[in-house]
């Protein structure tokens, strides 16, 4: 089976996509961008280095090298846990790409509107406060809805900072057993992740505003009804 390449021009636009998630943590001032920025970086150099290991270790087939490549994996696993504790449209390429992209942009609405709402709740009367003062809905669930973004997307800011040390992710594995060369598979695995990051930051924005319009009602009190028993 043959594995489309993807070219600098191509994997650039991927890039480019970041634009939409950073210019959304900018206007609801989620402080993460520093993060954000930061794991990118990282995934770019760790799975670069990966591609660059791998068609070596390809190249010379040695037991020795393969072993050395897992206890390094393990000991970076261990530290991470430790320390965390404190395209082309054809169906080949869409269809799976795009369940990919879709998961993981259920995960995260579902941490995210989860997130939202329990704010309000644990917080109701700062909430009711703030609509006393005059602010209107939108500017009174900011604080919310920037906590619930932030939940949404730290598990995924997350996986960038790590990719390529911890483990092999699942999309760069298939390709390499589809018989590409490991540098292909890099470029196809940090498109996917840059396109999950920015599909999962614009679906939960999303679907926390639209999941208010019917949650709160004339006056901007919470509706308990819009919640089952």
């Not at 196809?188 to 924005?205: E, K």
């Amino acid at each position: 089976m043959h594995t489309e390449e993807i070219g600098l021009w191509a994997l650039s636009s991927y890039y480019a996509l970041l634009i939409i998630p950073l210019g959304l943590m900018i206007w609801l001032r989620i402080p993460i961008i520093g993060k954000t920025l930061s794991a990118v970086a990282r995934m770019t150099l760790q799975l670069l280095f990966v591609g660059f290991y791998l068609q070596i270790v390809f190249s010379l087939n040695s037991p020795w090298i393969n072993g050395l490549w897992l206890v390094v994996m393990v000991a970076v696993a261990d530290f991470s846990i430790v320390r965390g504790c404190g395209l082309s449209m054809d169906a080949q390429y869409v269809i799976p790409i795009g369940g990919m992209i879709l998961g993981n942009c259920l995960r995260a609405d579902i941490i995210g509107i989860r997130s939202f709402y329990e704010a309000m709740n644990q917080r109701e009367k700062a909430f009711l406060y703030t609509l006393s003062q005059g602010a209107r809905l939108h500017e009174a669930i900011r604080p919310y809805l920037r906590h619930a973004c932030r939940a949404a997307l730290l598990p995924t800011v997350a996986t960038m900072a790590t990719i390529g040390l911890v483990a092999l992710p699942g999309m760069m594995t298939g390709v390499i057993l589809g018989g590409a060369d490991p540098m292909t598979a890099i470029k196809y695995q940090i498109s996917i992740m840059i396109a999950i990051f920015t599909g999962t930051s614009i679906t939960v924005v999303l679907a926390i505003l639209m999941s208010v319009r019917g949650s709160f009602g004339p006056y901007g009190i919470l509706d308990p009804l819009a919640f089952r028993s």
